[in-house]
């Protein structure tokens, strides 16, 4: 049963992988590997459970007899719930921190974001939605950045091709925005909430790689673009009956929606309590300030929500998809085969930054989040009474180099991030020209970036 259950996941990183192939979603592809992955475990729980749990099964029973009906039941409510418990907490985070952009968005507060991009020297332009989408996604989640940056740069651009090279430098930005921080993509939420790593440590110590890899890459991108780029006229765009807000109205709710975004890591380290809690606490609060900055637009007749269905669809994708790896991983890790396999890695690998060039490379073809939660689940967090390498205790170095690379794999080949099959997909691009233009000069940026953070590590520790 073990090895049916790894043939699934790994038909499922294959299909997850060829999305751009067979156009089989993979978040239905991922729902579909937890949901199976369980229903197959729970087959054959006993066995699992006396080799995984024997010790807890005992104490469970408490003198009962040990039934196929006692063994399900300890896995529901005391193996399963708890792997639920934590995919919630990520998922949980995303919807809140998502629908703090829906709010913002739907009530103009990024509007000013075109007034910035008022120009027709491509090299500003490049810049300017390079910087707002790096800035943007470490402090939301790199996919609505890109999402709503695309659909931004697709009003302004009108050339096919240049909207080609703008589109992939919003994706390259966005993947190493979201890097930088705990809350601007997945991996490092997952990493935050399990108790790897502390906001600060975590985002300090990848300022510099990710501002390097971002850097390089786009500079070399901007030597594809001509002088002048084609552009629209950039006005602030006419919202109907949407809104009615006031500028300083508008900056209220920025405030509320990105300070109190900034202000959960403080509210995580003072109350002990999930991120997600946090994240509730603000949607709560910003959704009362739109409650009333909005008390005559509440008539569902007549408001015009602007926002594109695309964004919603792809949010809504991206939850599913997380909570399916997050489930999917988590039955593996109980068949044991992930302890077997950090065996065999300690033994023939053996380094934690050859592991992360692993990690960048799995990335780069199969998925990002996916890559970087199967090396994750590779290696328990420790601390120091184990006597285990500190690579792996709390704000070792292992965790972050396998998100870095796993991060800036993305950007290699754009199907290995959600954000570069957004793009892919709206622009209508090819993966061979994507590499060929894009690709191995985000693969430079990362290189150099991840020496720096190897040169850092070994002067800083």
């Known amino acids: 049963m073990t090895l049916i259950i790894l043939a699934v996941m790994l038909v499922s990183l294959i299909l997850i992988s060829t999305e751009h ?20 475990y729970i087959c054959y729980g006993t ?15 408490s003198g009962m007899k040990a039934t196929s009906v006692t063994a399900k039941h300890f896995i529901a409510g005391e193996i399963f719930l708890p792997y639920v418990g934590k995919a919630s907490e990520i998922v949980l985070f995303l919807l809140a921190t998502m629908t703090i952009v829906e709010i913002l968005s739907n009530n103009g507060c990024f509007d000013f974001l075109c007034q910035l991009l008022k120009t027709r020297n491509s090299q500003r332009m490049l810049w300017s939605l390079a910087a707002i989408t790096f800035f943007i996604s470490a402090n939301l989640d790199n996919l609505t950045t890109t ?9 302004i651009i ?5 909207r080609m090279i703008f589109g992939s430098a919003i994706v390259v930005s966005a993947n190493c925005g979201g890097a930088l921080t705990v809350i601007g993509d997945p991996a490092g939420l997952v990493l935050w909430n399990m108790g790897a790593v502390s906001a600060t440590n975590f985002s ?10 971002w850097g390089i890459t786009i500079w070399l991108i901007g030597r594809m673009l001509p002088e002048r780029c084609d552009t629209d006229w950039i006005v602030m765009p006419y919202r109907g009956d949407d809104t009615r807000l006031t500028v300083w109205q508008r900056l209220l709710m920025l405030f509320v929606g990105i300070g109190g975004l900034w202000f959960i890591p403080t509210f995580h380290n003072i109350t002990k309590l999930s991120p997600f809690l946090g994240a509730l606490c603000v949607l709560s609060v910003l959704w009362v300030v739109n409650e009333l900055v909005n008390r005559h637009l509440m ?3 007549q408001i015009n929500h602007r926002k594109p269905q695309i964004l919603k669809y792809s949010v809504i994708q991206m939850i599913l998809y997380v909570m399916g790896i997050l489930l999917a991983m988590g039955v593996v890790t109980e068949t044991g085969l992930f302890v077997q396999l950090s065996e065999w890695c300690s033994r023939h690998v053996g380094d934690v930054w050859l592991m992360g060039v692993l990690a960048g490379l799995m990335s780069s073809i199969v998925e990002s989040f996916a890559s970087c939660m199967s090396f994750f689940s590779l290696y328990p ?43 892919i997909k709206m622009e209508r691009i090819h993966i061979g020209w994507y590499f060929r233009h894009v690709g191995w000069k985000a693969l430079v940026g990362t290189i150099v970036g991840l020496l720096v953070m190897f040169l850092m590590t070994a002067y800083f520790g």
Not at 158 to 162: K, Y
Not at 205 to 210: F, N
Not at 393 to 405: F, L
């Open 21 to 40: 192939f067979t156009n089989i979603n993979k978040a239905a592809i991922a729902i579909f590997a937890g949901t199976v992955g369980w229903v197959l």
């Open 47 to 61: 066995d699992f459970i006396m080799g995984q749990h024997a010790a807890d099964y005992g104490s469970y029973l």
């Open 147 to 155: 999402l709503m940056m695309l659909i931004m740069m697709h009003g």
């Open 158 to 162: 009108q050339s096919r091709r240049q």
């Open 204 to 213: 300090m110590l990848m300022l510099l790689p990710c501002l390097v890899a």
């Open 299 to 301: 008539n569902p007749d």
């Open 381 to 423: 967090l420790t601390d120091a009474a184990t006597g285990v390498s500190p690579a792996f205790m709390y704000n070792g170095e292992y965790w972050r180099i396998v998100a870095y690379c796993t991060a800036m794999g993305g950007n290699i080949l754009a199907v290995g991030s959600i954000c570069g099959l957004a793009m």
